[in-house]
């Protein structure tokens, strides 16, 4: 009895201590993964910019299910739709695999719908890319408002570019990059996140300076409901 007692003395210090050790980055981890553990949710995305400041983006999902998001661009609006690897977006010709969308249409120029379905192919909901963010970051560190820091340089280029293309590629080239990530959390789960970033990107020998500021901010968690278009489901078998 005597020996229990003691082992169980033992495992309640080693808890405290493991607490103790914990880091404000591990606790906007932890954060983040709880949200991702919560059966659905819903958030709202908006991106300032003096270059370019497109309208407020909204996305829904559930666990294990579909994700929705929807995208503005002054009059119009591109909703998408993404589930294990496969996705959908709409047209004006209806609804279109991410595949069918990335083909070229032979007009030229830029492409809102190839640049939509490239962004979607690689796409994280909040939860993951909160998760992200927090392994970008140099350090955090807590105030009473929320969890700040600034972003490693490799971080602050990897959102600046379109590293990650699942097409492949480097995509543009990034110098001077730099940016700070916030966290905003309520009862240990992510509620809010904001991150700025600036540089200068280089595309087809043309010198672009970036100055975005993009805010995510999370609702409805456990009471989201996510309806997708047959149309869209049967692009995506």
Request: contains cysteine.
């Amino acid at each position: 009895m005597k020996t229990l007692c003691v082992l169980a003395t033992t495992l309640a210090a080693s808890g405290t201590l493991l607490a103790a050790d914990s880091t404000p980055k591990d606790d906007v981890t932890s954060a983040a993964q709880k949200l991702a553990a919560t059966n659905n949710y819903s958030w709202t995305t908006t991106t300032e910019s003096p270059q370019f400041s497109p309208g407020p983006s909204h996305g829904k999902t559930e666990k294990g299910g579909f994700t929705y998001v929807d995208f503005s661009f002054n009059d119009n609006t591109i909703e998408t739709v993404v589930k294990g690897g496969k996705g959908a977006i709409k047209t004006e010709d209806g609804w279109k695999s991410l595949e069918e969308a990335l083909k070229d249409n032979g007009e030229g120029g830029f492409n809102p719908l190839q640049f939509m379905a490239r962004r979607m192919q690689t796409y994280k909901a909040p939860a993951a890319e909160a998760e992200d963010l927090a392994g970008k970051t140099k350090a955090l560190a807590k105030t009473d408002e929320a969890f700040s820091g600034d972003l490693t340089e490799d971080g602050a280029k990897d959102l600046l570019s379109f590293r990650g293309r699942r097409n492949g590629g480097e995509g543009p080239a990034v110098s001077n990059a730099k940016g700070s990530v916030k966290f905003w959390i309520k009862d240990g789960v992510l509620t809010k996140y904001q991150y700025k970033v600036q540089g200068t990107v280089t595309f087809n020998g043309e010198d672009r300076d970036v100055d975005r500021t993009t805010t995510v901010e999370i609702k409805d968690v456990g009471t989201t409901k996510v309806t997708v278009p047959d149309e869209a489901k049967s692009k995506m078998t």
